[in-house]
Structures are given as C-alpha cells and as structure tokens.
C-alpha cells in the first residue's frame, strides 16, 4: 500500500516543484487573465459597441461551448503528442485569438472570437492537472494543484489592480481603453508559449535533474497509487461515464456556473449595487482573490490528506452559497463586500478538487479522458452562467434576481459531492492514501 512505501529521495518532492509549479503557474495565469479580462473590457466595449447584457452574458458563455466541445480531443492529443509542445500550441493559439477579440465591431464576430478562444484554451487545466499525475504521487497532488490554481486568483487580482491604469489609456493610438486591455493582456501567452516549448520537461525520464533512483522510486511509488486509488482500468468510454467523473462533473458544472456568472459582472454589480468606482470595485476584487489564495493552499494541503475530499468541497460549495445569498440580500458596502470574500473563497476553492479527486481514483490508464470529461461536464456550468446571468439582469433591471437563483446551484453542487463519495463508497473501495483528518 502506499501508505507503507519507502520515503521519497530526500529532495525529490521540493525539487520537483520548483522545477514545474512556477511555469505551469505562470501559464495558467495568463489563461485566467486572457479568459476573464472580458469583465473590465465590457465596462466601456459594451458602451462602445451598443452591447446590452445579454449580448455581453452571451458573448462571455460561447467560450465555453468551444472549451466544452473540444475538452476530451485537447486532452487525448497532449497524451499522444506530449503535454510540452501541446500545452504551448494551446498558449499560442489562444494569444493571438485574444489579441483579435479587440477588432470585435458587431456581436456576431464578437461570438465567433469568444467561441475559437474556447477551442484554443480547450484542455489546458485538465491537460497540466494530467500532465503532474505523471510527475507527483497522490499525497503530494492535491498541494501541487492549489500551488498552480492559486494563479488564477493571482491573474483577478492582477487584472483588478492593473485595468483602471491601462483602460485611462483610452485614445492613445487610436484604441479604446478596452482594446488595449484586450493587447497588453494578450501579449503575455504568446510568450509563456515560448518558455514552455524550452523550459517544460516532457516526462521524469527525460528529466536531468532527476537520478535514476528517483525516477525508479517514482515509477515504483506511481504504480502503488494506481491500485491503492482504486480506479477500474478500463477504456476510454467507461472513463467517461464513470460515476466519479460524473458526479464530480457535475458538482464543478453548479459551481462554475455561480463562480462565471458573477465574475463576468464583477466590476458592473459591485459598481451598480454600491455606486463604487472602478478603483473601488478592482481592489475588492484584487482583496478576494489575496484571500483567496491562502484559502486554495490551505484546501490543497488538507485533500492530501482527507479520507473524504467529496465532503470537503460540499462544505466550500456551501460556504460559496453563503455568501452569494449575503451578496444578494445585502443592502450596504457592509454586508456585500464580506459576502462577495466569502463566496469568492469558498467556490474557487471547490472549484480546483474535482480534478484532484478525479485523479485519485480514476486509474491512470483512462485518467486523461476522465479529467477531460470532468472538465466538460463542468463548462456547461460555465457556459450558463454569465447568459442566465445577464438574462435576470436585463429582465429585473438589477443584479439580486440573479444572484438567488445562483443560492440553490450551491447547494447542488453539496448534494451531488455527497452522491460522489455514495458512489465511490458503493464500489467498496477506500482511497485514503494517509489517516483521516
């Protein structure tokens, strides 16, 4: 069992990370950053262009639709032509289709750029969550994973702070302040590509700073964790109607459709609600995602080591609820700002351990299609949740129909974590790899 294994190298585990987390971080970063940078340019975009909510909620749920259709392709084509060169062909494409998005004139070129976004970015979360199965044991997994995702509060945070000074350069060189969001923002995929390309090692074999004691050791310690995960080694299409894969598909769908809802109107309900400014609503932005940060860390070193990860992420989807139905009833800066922290902390948090628990019990052979279907599954929440967002809003001419609907999908995702851990328990399998907590 893998629990009675012989220790790591002494050094191993560290030097690992160092080597792979900051790229893979950096990386995801910019994917966070080009994907959601749409919620400040639409301040003056949808002014500019006659754009109404809808449109907008739209045009920000189409990406997903690409992202979901193309999720288990991506996925099984960086398994066959390996995650280094895949993952920069997939920052490469996406840079320059973000770039384009600020020649957006009309909402159906708008659409167009917002679908192929999706196809391009398709694969990469589920692609290096994969990728570092290959690289890192179960125990270690979890950490590894928060380190990454915290990127991606690191990008809203860095949107937050930088997108009042580069959207007052509205006018300089004939582009609105949104176009050049959309420009400086897009620029840095094109080189995280590059760095990918040349500094992200293929596998451990390929790795020189690993000895071959250690790449024994983790080929040793990889293939006690396949059976102690207890994931049936079976084909492709029994990976994807695996009942882990779906329920924890489905629990990421209602969780990323609060999450997408809200953060595609961030700065516009935090602005409207409150007659903030723009400075005000990014630094609350920029606050929940520091926040945030600690919160992803401190879930990641505990699904380590958690008898029941499931339970763990019903808890933040309803602390996630909590505080969307604070938001929502809140009637000052006093009880709405706190609620949005709340939310924000909870619900990212969930959000990163279906592929965590995925990868845990989903047998190696089949794990690249399980994560991707995990992944899909879960774009459908993404997709629907800035349209039926923006919907309510243009219907009830304000954001808090909105935000009620989004209380109940929070507690979905609770139920259908628990049905998760039934499901894992039914099969007569316990994956702990460590004492629970």
């Known amino acids: 069992m893998a629990g009675q294994a012989a220790p790591a190298p002494a050094g191993m585990i560290s030097r690992v990370s160092w080597r792979l987390l900051p790229i893979i971080g950096f990386s995801y970063l910019v994917a966070y950053v080009d994907r959601s940078n749409l919620s400040f340019a639409s301040v003056g975009m949808n002014a500019d262009l006659g754009f109404s909510q ?10 997903f639709i690409g992202y979901a259709l193309f999720e288990v392709p991506s996925n099984l084509l960086l398994d066959r032509f390996g995650a ?25 070129n708008f659409y167009l750029l917002r679908f192929l976004l999706g196809v391009a970015e398709a694969g990469f979360y589920p692609g290096v969550v994969h990728y570092l199965s290959h690289w890192l044991p179960a125990n270690e997994r979890g950490r590894a994973v928060s380190r990454f995702y915290v990127f991606a509060p690191l990008g809203n945070m860095l949107m937050g702070l930088l997108a009042t000074p580069i959207l007052a350069l509205d006018g300089a060189a004939g582009l609105a302040g949104w176009q050049w969001l959309l420009l400086l923002e897009g620029l840095p995929a094109l ?13 451990p ?12 050791w983790l080929s040793a310690r990889l293939a006690e964790d396949a059976v102690a995960g207890g994931g049936h080694q079976h084909r492709l299409g029994r990976a994807l109607i695996d009942p882990i894969v779906l329920t924890m598909g489905g629990a990421a769908a209602c969780v990323f459709l609060t999450t997408n809802a809200i953060s595609y109107s961030a700065p516009k309900l935090l602005m409207g609600a409150h007659h903030w400014s723009m400075a005000a609503a990014g630094g609350t932005i920029a606050l929940g995602s520091l926040i945030n940060i600690f919160a992803m860390l401190v879930v990641g070193s505990i699904a380590d080591r958690a008898r029941n ?8 989807a309803l602390m996630g609820g909590g505080g969307v139905l604070t938001v929502a009833l809140g009637s000052g800066v006093g009880l709405a700002a706190p609620g949005y922290l709340l939310l924000w902390s909870g619900l990212q948090s969930a959000g990163m351990l279906p ?5 845990r019990y989903v047998h190696p052979a089949a794990r690249a299609g399980g994560l991707a279907m995990t992944n899909s599954i879960a774009q459908t929440g993404a997709f629907f949740g800035p349209l039926l967002f923006g919907i309510a809003a243009d219907r009830s001419g304000s954001f808090t129909l909105g935000l009620e ?16 851990r039934w499901a894992q328990g039914r099969r007569g399998r316990h994956a702990a790899l460590a004492p629970a907590i």
Do not use: H, Q
């Open 84 to 108: 280094r060169r895949w993952i920069a062909r997939i920052m490469f494409s996406w840079g320059l289709i973000s770039i384009g998005t600020l020649f957006v004139n009309a909402a159906w």
């Open 205 to 216: 074999a390929t790795a020189p700073w690993l000895s071959d004691a250690e790449k024994n």
């Open 355 to 359: 592929g965590i628990i995925v990868s």
């Open 191 to 203: 080189v995280m590509a590059g760095v990918v390309l040349i500094a992200l090692p293929e596998a």
């Open 309 to 316: 990860p499931f339970a763990i992420m019903a808890l933040l």
């Open 54 to 63: 809808t449109v907008y909620g739209i045009g920000a749920s189409v990406f």
């Open 405 to 420: 609907l989004l209380v109940p999908v929070t507690l979905l995702a609770a139920a259908l974590c628990l049905v998760g």
